[in-house]
């Protein structure tokens, strides 16, 4: 099976869906797959992370246009992922751009990568069972496939679009259309197809994968039921109910070989739920990097895309509240929005002299690791979470995760007072509505109770500990939704 993706950890890192290629994709080779991934070869790629990379196809033509864009495709090994990388040559420079997303040209780079993508596997004689897409910038690869491919003999692969996030879904016009060759706008701008349902004459790259994947998942149960039943589905509400025969929610894993306290090379001390005693040199660590007091308090830690999605608002609040609570703040997180980035500049300097309070504000994998170890509590007060990585990643780090009761974060956190569920399956603070009182409740009562009972804390950190959130079972949901479209 083949993986097109957009981001892969370690090497293209935006949000979570870097990472959630990067654990299913070794889980199902662990289970005897072969798995390939294609991805777009970034000038701003941490080539340190990829292991003989060399050249494999040194002529791919790709239509474009009237005509086609020259391309050569790159193999190598990201931790022992078997990768392509397309790199195109043409004056548009699609990928030989400091950043990875951000351009106003990004729907149409995306369009060519999935043409690449698609034509290079064409063309190298690869026929996959299974192609699975990620998100709006690779869902135009089914639409190649059965309106292009399929004719020219590609009749083998099934196609499975994981969707980690309905607010972005490439709208775009006409041009869309004379760039891909996909002819006939009436065809196209149907609203049984391509066709927007919120912007007249326009188009929806995801919405076409919806339309025309063998299987669509989001990445949350709790997701698939907001997206579809309950208005979060950012206008394509319709078109699910429309495929809801092939919709559903899968959980996110985490790679237990990055994410692990026991084996993390990235924290000075390395402990388990029997040595959990060394959180805290880590926590002292942390302290020290980033120069805050070593005193009793706790530390509450938020590590995030700077998004409206995560809960601006109340991470804002989380910040005063838990000072003036007498624990300590950390924040690692960054935005491509410059006013968003600006409006945390002001709260960090208003902040300086604080010896309780840390932003950081940028993106740096390393700190993120020391974070999820030296924190206390992990807070996610999002607006919207499809899956949410953080609070699993926090609660293998025994740091109690403190999240809103929506999408993935529903389905994997436990309230420790009110949850409908075993004392040894409660693993953290949700809180309903979105506003300063419900942050209150729950990050009140985890801050109380660090304090307080810390033996109910402790035990708290092991049921935390002890969950499972590894790759194993969503590994098998993908190869049973695998097998189902095999055979469909
Ligand atoms: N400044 C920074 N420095 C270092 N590391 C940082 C960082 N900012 C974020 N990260 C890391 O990036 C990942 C973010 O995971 P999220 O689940 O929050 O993903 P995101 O919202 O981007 O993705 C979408 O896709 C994922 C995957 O499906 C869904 O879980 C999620 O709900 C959905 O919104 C984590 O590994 C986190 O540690």
């Given at each position: 099976m083949v993986h097109v993706t957009p981001e892969l950890a370690t090497v293209a890192k935006v949000g979570g869906l870097a990472d959630v290629v990067f654990g299913l994709s070794r889980e199902l080779a662990i289970r005897g797959n072969h798995v390939e991934i294609v991805l777009p070869k970034y000038a701003?790629?941490?080539?340190?992370?990829?292991?003989?990379?060399?050249?494999?196809?040194r002529d791919l033509w790709v239509p474009w246009y009237d005509g086609a864009i020259h391309c050569s495709v790159y193999f190598g090994f990201v931790h022992d992922r078997k990768c392509f990388f397309i790199e195109p040559h043409s004056?548009?420079?699609?990928?030989?751009?400091?950043?990875?997303y951000g351009y106003p040209d990004d729907v149409l780079r995306y369009a060519f990568f999935s043409r690449a993508a698609i034509e290079f596997l064409w063309q190298s004689g690869k026929h996959p069972d299974v192609i699975h897409c990620h998100d709006w910038q690779t869902a135009l690869l089914p639409v190649y496939l059965y309106e292009f491919y399929q004719r020219l003999g590609m009749t083998h692969p099934r196609v499975c679009l994981t969707i980690h996030n309905f607010a972005h879904q490439g709208v775009v016009g006409g041009e869309l259309l004379r760039a891909t060759g996909l002819q006939h706008p009436e065809r196209f701008h149907h609203h049984d197809r391509l066709g927007d349902p919120r912007y007249p004459g326009m188009l929806n790259l995801l919405k076409g994968g919806i339309v025309y994947s063998n299987f669509v998942t989001t990445v949350s149960p709790r997701y698939a039921f907001e997206t579809k039943?309950?208005?979060?589905?950012?206008?394509l509400e319709g078109v699910l109910h429309a495929h809801q025969i092939k919709y559903g929610g899968v959980v996110n894993g985490i790679d237990y070989d990055l994410w692990n306290p026991e084996i993390d090379h990235h924290i000075p001390a390395r402990y388990g739920v029997e040595t959990i005693e060394a959180k805290y040199d880590d926590k002292r660590a942390l302290r020290q990097r980033l120069m805050l007091a070593d005193n009793e308090k706790a530390i509450v830690a938020f590590i995030g895309r700077l998004d409206p999605q995560k809960g601006l608002e109340l991470v804002r609040h989380a910040i005063f509240y838990t000072l003036e609570r007498g624990a300590q703040f950390v924040l690692l997180g960054s935005s491509p929005d410059p006013a968003i980035n600006a409006d945390f500049w002001g709260l960090k300097r208003m902040l300086n002299d604080s010896p309780d309070c840390h932003l950081e504000i940028g993106f740096d994998e390393e700190l993120a690791h020391l974070i999820y170890a030296g924190a206390d509590m992990m807070l996610v007060p999002s607006r919207?979470?499809?899956?949410?990585l953080t609070q699993m990643i926090a609660l293998r780090y025994g740091t109690i995760p403190v999240v809103r009761a929506v999408g993935g974060l529903a389905d994997t956190v436990f309230d420790?007072?009110?949850?409908?569920?075993p004392l040894h399956e409660r693993n953290g603070y949700v809180f309903n509505d979105y506003d300063h009182a419900g942050l209150e409740s729950a990050l009140g009562r985890a801050i109380a109770c660090y304090h307080d009972y810390p033996g109910d804390f402790r035990a708290l950190m092991h049921n935390a500990m002890r969950t499972d959130y590894s790759w194993n079972r969503p590994g098998q949901d993908y190869l049973n939704i695998y097998d189902y479209i095999r055979n469909g």
């Open positions: 701003s790629m941490r080539y340190d992370q990829i292991y003989d990379l060399h050249e494999v196809h004056g548009d420079d699609f990928f030989d751009r400091p950043a990875i039943d309950q208005g979060q589905g950012f206008g919207f979470e499809p899956c949410g420790k007072d009110h949850a409908a569920r």
